[in-house]
């Protein structure tokens, strides 16, 4: 039965639901109708596993351990539960923030498959990680952030992990300046904006939220403008040009500048949001 199972994943091009496809390659597998699955799964209605399985519904997390048990895949069981939790989070908004990034992490790699040459492999959840490693949410789009300590979890698209140790003889100087980081999140930087302040446009801009602001000339900061992000350059803080955006939204002096601050662009990584 496992090497049919493993035959027919091979036969089967990868979908954008890792666990969906699963659920499909060993039913199919199983030789069973979605009809006979319902009977396995204690009278789940057959449309409603048609649609769990094109990523159509949203299984609750006992219903995706009923299935992974009906299929005979218990080992992963709480891989289908974190798979649950993630697309419950992308349905209603209401999941826990850390249970979703971790239901996430778990995904990258949900059935242990070989690693791709030339990636790093992802540490599942609940290994021991190195302290210095930071995680930084992304956002989806150039969105007000609010001021909590992380984005609220409808804005996140993905998560970073910044491991100093990954700059080899510069890890000390990475860990000092990741722990410059606070409350951080990055955002894509779009290329007028980036234009605008001087920097490298179709990137993620990690900033850090400053409690005081004392701006360098030459650096770029985020302020929110109608709940949306706007960058600006440094000299703006100290009588130079303010964008034209900004003095249409009300923010004409360097009072409102400040106030209207988010935090400084601290660092400009490769766009991973895809």
């Not at 210095?132 to 992304?138: A, F, H, I, M």
């Not at 930087?189 to 900033?207: F, H, K, N, S, W």
């Not at 600006?232 to 964008?243: F, K, L, S, T, W």
């Amino acid at each position: 039965m496992n090497d049919s199972i493993s035959t027919a994943v091979k036969a089967r091009p990868a979908t954008e639901d890792p666990v969906a496809n699963r659920i499909r390659t060993r039913r199919l597998a199983l030789g069973w109708s979605l009809k006979r699955l319902s009977e396995a799964t204690g009278g789940l209605a057959p449309s409603f596993l048609f649609n769990i399985e094109n990523s159509r519904k949203v299984p609750s997390e006992e219903v995706a351990a009923r299935i992974a048990h009906a299929i005979d895949d218990t080992a992963h069981e709480a891989t289908y539960r974190a798979w649950a939790r993630a697309k419950s989070r992308g349905r209603t908004g209401r999941i826990d923030h850390d249970a979703m990034l971790s239901a996430w992490e778990l995904l990258r790699n949900p059935f242990g498959e070989p690693a791709t040459p030339g990636v790093a492999p992802v540490t599942p959840v609940g290994e021991s990680r190195d302290a210095g490693r930071l995680r930084v949410p992304v956002l989806a789009t150039a969105s007000d952030p609010g001021d909590g300590v992380r984005p609220i979890p409808e804005q996140v698209i993905n998560t970073l992990s910044l491991d100093p140790l990954a700059y080899g003889h510069d890890a000390e100087l990475a860990r000092e300046r990741y722990s410059r980081l606070r409350r951080p999140f990055a955002f894509p930087l779009d290329p007028e904006q980036a234009a605008r302040a001087g920097l490298m446009g179709a990137t993620l801009a990690v900033v850090t939220r400053d409690e005081a602001i004392t701006p360098a000339p030459d650096a770029a900061y985020v302020v929110r403008v109608e709940g949306r992000l706007e960058v600006v350059r440094g000299d703006a803080y100290a009588g130079g040009d303010i964008p034209g955006s900004l003095r249409q939204a009300g923010i004409g002096r360097t009072e409102d500048l400040r106030a209207a601050t988010v935090g400084r662009i601290d660092h400009l990584l490769p766009d991973v949001r895809l």
